[in-house]
């Protein structure tokens, strides 16, 4: 008989449930109030001091005006006197408190609010976060005329105000959060020639090519360092037409480039980004941590910091322009283009001075990084040309000894996913004997799994799978690196191969994949989703901590599916008391983000039979952190006072997330502070 979970002072979570009990404004104030009263009676100095913190971060993330600047007053001086202690419990919830505070004042356009805590509690005057939030502002109002004056009032190549180091990172900042047409209007009104090497490849990836030209033929004729970004630009729009599918217009820009370059410039120094940037890659790339910051324990355990955003060199202008010719679709006249291409680069390293057969002897014989490294200029020629040569096979070019010697899989895979227009699937799919030979001789497990890559992209199912039974190199290939090439597909608007496409995927590789169920909700293959996601969730649970059975239930709640607690429970089978345990609070977790506290609460007073039988210390660690979880739903939910009321008592300790087998282990979470910001955050304290 399963044990029920008591619960000492909880209120019944389906009387809670009613309209009526959600907590007003003025009821959180007064419970925020007594909160800080209590804090004051508290003899304990160190949980004194954690009362008023979430207190003081309580009054300040509430939009009222009760006691602002004491809150952060008090805050800041609780933070000083902590200053000999860099690793503090108290300082983290200081930290993630402030920025959730000001998180919420730009939600609701609080300028006073996000002044004080910059300037009363971090000490800074140039009002920062202001200018920021009028950004904010002038984007959500989608005021080209507005906005336009906003950017012309920043002063080129100087630390911006809105955290905008220059126009171009505001103008990428407009398209990450999908203001592309704002951005568009904006960056061609930004005509100061001072800022065409900026402004020039964003107009370019917004599709603006008659703007983006006119920044490029007006740049190529100054004597400045930016003179450079000229073609700069041209080969960008030969990129942005590539990924078009516009043969015609990446033949005529790549004419253009060739007319304004002197042939001894198109040295592998001279590079130029093809990577796809905020403006030309509309599918978002943070969905997954979107996912995952919505679970309670991800945001007790981990910095919700972005991921730091690294750089490539570029590539050569002659290899980006002959990729892009090769990008739309290829043909005979591309291959000839490309020819003419790498005439110009054997001409060049003529004039100057390299000898590109030496080259490629240094290349094949060059070991060890230090020797790379010490003729590093020379194998650059060297490995240009090699791309060179590949974007000639990726045109239609025939593959020789030399050509099957330079593929590799990193490169198709790379020059897939840049430019899913390509023939290049359908190339690999049509190799000639002599062809599969050449390859075959170079590198024997190469031919399969490209074969393997070309039949998922060209959605032949059948043939992928047969190639898997019969290919042991094929079998082994990593499926996971072809759903950037399917994404790809799908950036490009190309919807009905890249349905194919990822039907191919899954048929082929059927193992969990989050960027796959990305593809299928945005293709609104709904019922491919729920069985993924089912997976998720049956599925191992992480060891301590978020894994795929919260993203697995949080998303099947959004696409309608209730499955039950012992349901979800049960659908891994042979889990043990302990997996078990764990796997019911990500389910709650997942059902605190959706609103559920009566089928929570059913949970802790019925357990599912898997964890019925846990000793009562693991039971009573399990308890406790399903109650912090109940009271989150709750307050999501509008019920406020009584989310207070399940942690109000609760030691400093409990505060966190408590594993069986483990005991407590997470930053503080469940207290005063946390339920009133998620309260505020789903809407309940407005009027």
């Known amino acids: 008989m399963a044990v029920a979970l008591t619960m000492p002072c909880a209120a019944s979570v389906g009387h809670a449930q009613a ?125 080209p005329d507005a906005m336009t004056w906003y950017f012309q009032s920043m002063q080129p190549g100087v630390g911006e105000t809105a955290g905008i180091v220059n126009r171009g990172l505001g103008i990428s900042l407009l398209c990450q ?175 100057n001075g390299i000898d590109l057969t030496n080259a490629a002897i240094l290349a094949a014989g060059v070991e060890g990084d230090t020797a790379r490294r010490e003729i590093g200029p020379v194998l650059a020629w060297h490995w240009t040309r090699q791309s060179l040569i590949l974007a000639r096979l990726a045109a239609g070019g025939a593959i020789d000894e030399v050509t099957a010697k330079a593929l590799s899989l990193d490169w198709a895979v790379g020059f897939l996913a840049s430019y899913p227009h390509s023939a290049l699937a359908k190339r690999i799919g049509g190799l000639s004997e002599t062809e599969r030979q050449s390859v075959e001789r170079m590198n024997p497990k190469l031919l399969g799994r490209l074969q393997l890559v070309a039949l998922v992209l060209e959605g032949r199912i059948a043939d992928a799978h047969a190639l898997v039974e019969s290919d042991p190199a094929a079998s082994e290939f990593d499926g996971s690196r072809i759903v950037p090439l399917i994404e790809a597909q799908e950036n490009a608007g190309l919807r009905s191969r890249a349905t194919a496409a990822l039907d191919a995927y899954l048929g082929v590789f059927p193992a969990k994949d989050l960027a796959a169920l990305r593809l299928l909700l945005m293709q609104r293959q709904t019922e491919k989703a729920k069985t993924m996601l089912r997976a998720f969730v049956a599925g191992g649970a992480g060891a301590f901590g978020v894994s795929d059975i919260f993203v697995g239930v949080m998303l099947l709640r959004e696409l309608g599916d209730d499955m039950d607690v012992p349901t979800l429970v049960g659908l891994r089978k042979g889990a043990d008391g302990i997996e078990a345990s764990r796997r019911l609070i990500e389910i709650a977790d997942a059902l605190a983000w959706d609103g559920r506290p009566a089928e929570i609460e059913a949970a802790i007073r019925q357990p599912p039979r898997e964890v019925a039988q846990l000793p009562a210390k693991d039971m009573a660690c399990l308890r406790d952190t399903l109650q912090g979880l109940l009271a989150v739903s709750l307050a999501r939910r509008g019920m406020l006072e009584e989310g207070i009321r399940l942690v109000a008592d609760r030691k400093l300790e409990q505060r966190q997330f408590c594993w069986v087998g483990r005991g407590y282990d997470s930053k503080p979470i469940f207290d005063v502070r946390f339920l009133v910001q998620e309260w505020v955050r789903r809407g309940h304290a407005a009027p």
């Open 19 to 143: 309209p009526a009990e959600r907590t007003t404004l003025g009821r959180a104030i007064e419970l925020v109030d007594a909160h800080l009263a209590k804090a004051r009676q508290e003899p304990n100095a160190d949980l004194k001091r954690r009362l008023e913190i979430e207190g003081y971060l309580a009054l300040l993330s509430l939009p009222s005006n009760r006691r602002p600047y004491e809150a952060a007053d008090r805050l800041r001086t609780i933070d000083e006197a902590l200053g000999d202690k860099p690793v503090s419990g108290d300082r983290e919830v200081i930290e993630g408190g402030l920025n959730v505070v000001k998180s919420l004042a730009e939600e609701r356009d609080d300028l006073q609010r996000i002044f004080l805590v910059d300037r009363q509690y971090s000490g800074l005057s140039s009002g920062e976060g202001v200018n920021q939030q009028y950004f904010w502002q002038l984007m959500r109002a989608n005021d």
């Open 177 to 351: 959060h999908g203001y592309r047409s704002l951005a568009r209007q904006v960056a061609a009104r930004l005509t100061e020639p001072e800022l065409d090497y900026t402004t020039g490849p964003r107009l370019a990836d917004l599709g603006a090519t008659a703007e983006a030209e006119q920044r490029a033929n007006r740049t190529m004729t100054q004597t400045t360092r930016r003179a450079p970004a000229g073609p700069e630009i041209l080969i960008r729009l030969a990129v942005a037409a590539s990924r078009r599918g516009d043969g015609a217009e990446v033949e005529r820009l790549a004419r253009k480039v060739i007319e304004a370059v002197e042939p001894r410039q198109f040295s592998p120094e001279r590079r130029v980004s093809t990577d796809y940037g905020d403006c030309d890659w509309t599918l978002g790339r943070d969905f997954a941590r979107r996912w995952q910051e919505r679970s309670v324990y991800w945001q007790s355990a981990f910095k919700l910091t972005a991921d730091p955003s690294g750089t490539t060199p570029g590539r050569p202008y002659l290899v980006a322009l002959a990729e892009a010719v090769a990008g739309a679709g290829g043909g005979d006249g591309s291959v000839e283009l490309i020819d003419q291409l790498i005439a110009i680069f054997d001409k060049s390293a003529r004039e």
